[in-house]
């Protein structure tokens, strides 16, 4: 499936098949629909009958193969579940958790399928996301495939993280910028598949629409939840807001603190905010008595919290603790 957004790119594309270099990278923004933009490309280029728009027809045997998730002419390289043991290279893989990287032993089992003929076509593509899963190995293995393709292959890799992959790799491959929709045509998207509040959730994701998709009205509701609270300064329970976050995950809480207090900073600075348009009067009442110079320590500690994030050894004391700093930042207020 691709979006409308997408369009244009996919005349360009599907009229240039047969002629496309034989690596792709398509790398733009989280949420903007790069990997069904892939997925539905695969399919195209690997029906027997596609259809005069460039989809896949969906009937012929290459569709059922695929819509079955066994498609003889197309490998898809994901980071799978850890536990399959045997890979000392890959020491980041645990048993029993989802694995963050694509794997050496992954990749080698590609240069199998490589070596095959087509099944059937004389197209095969490996879709491999997101690639910036790829470790050093990974990344080296893949690069001597990249380097010397099997003719009729197409590799398509997908990231919203092209700096984080090897710079050997992207030159190997073509790049594609994604589309990032308009913000008129990211609303109207939404609300036709039923989003009531897409503007406001919009605004909240920075304008990715599948991003502002996938809040869950559950989470949403907890979200104007924790504004609230937010909204009340030094008379704030850390606390109670820590318990409240508990639902949501660290990383969801440290993304929401970070744009709390980014619209803090610029409701200060400038009068204006950029994600809680909603909130903006209690925002800019708390935003005139806090004490800057602590604000900004406070973002420094933020960011430095999101980005050791991954393995935080206590959570929810992290939390607790970032949650009393934010309530040092206004004035202490009495109540009666
Ligand atoms: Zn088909």
Excluded at 163 to 189: G, H, Y
Aim: net charge negative; aromatic share 6%.
């Amino acid at each position: 499936m691709i979006y409308p957004w997408q369009n244009d790119l996919w005349q360009h594309m599907t009229a240039a098949r047969g002629r496309l270099p034989h690596a792709l990278l398509l790398q733009g923004r989280a949420g903007i629909g790069k990997l069904d933009f892939a997925e539905a490309l695969a399919a195209a280029l690997l029906c027997e009958r596609p259809a005069a728009d460039g989809h896949a027809c969906g009937q012929c045997d290459s569709c059922n193969w695929n819509a079955q998730g066994n498609h003889p002419d197309l490998r898809v390289l994901t980071p799978e579940d850890g536990g399959q043991g045997g890979d000392e290279e890959d020491a980041e893989a645990k048993p029993g958790k989802k694995s963050q990287v694509i794997s050496i032993a992954q990749v080698r089992e590609l240069a199998e399928f490589l070596g095959l003929s087509s099944h059937r076509a004389n197209v095969r593509v490996v879709l491999l996301h997101p690639a910036e899963a790829l470790n050093a190995a990974s990344a080296n293995a893949l690069l001597k495939m990249l380097e010397e393709p099997p003719s009729g292959v197409l590799f398509i890799l997908v990231t919203h993280q092209p700096q984080r992959l090897l710079p050997t790799i992207r030159s190997r491959c073509n790049k594609v910028d994604m589309p990032f929709p308009e913000r008129a045509q990211a609303e109207s998207w939404l609300a036709a598949q039923g989003v009531a509040d897409a503007a406001e959730r919009l605004t909240y994701v920075g304008g990715a629409p599948l991003l502002a998709l996938r809040m869950e009205e559950g989470e949403q509701k907890r979200l104007g939840d924790l504004h609230k609270e937010l909204g009340r300064g030094a008379r704030m329970d850390p606390f109670f807001v820590a318990s409240l976050c508990a639902k949501e995950g660290i990383l969801a809480t440290l993304e929401a603190l970070q744009k709390w207090t980014h619209d803090l900073a610029a409701a200060r600075l400038a009068g204006e905010v950029r994600y809680h348009a909603q909130q903006a009067p209690s925002l800019q009442a708390l935003a005139n008595g806090i004490d800057l110079s602590r604000l900004l320590d406070f973002q420094r500690v933020l960011h430095e919290a999101r980005r050791t994030a991954q393995h935080p050894l206590n959570a929810e004391l992290q939390v607790e603790s970032l949650l009393i700093q934010y309530t040092q930042l206004f004035p202490t207020v009495r109540t009666p």
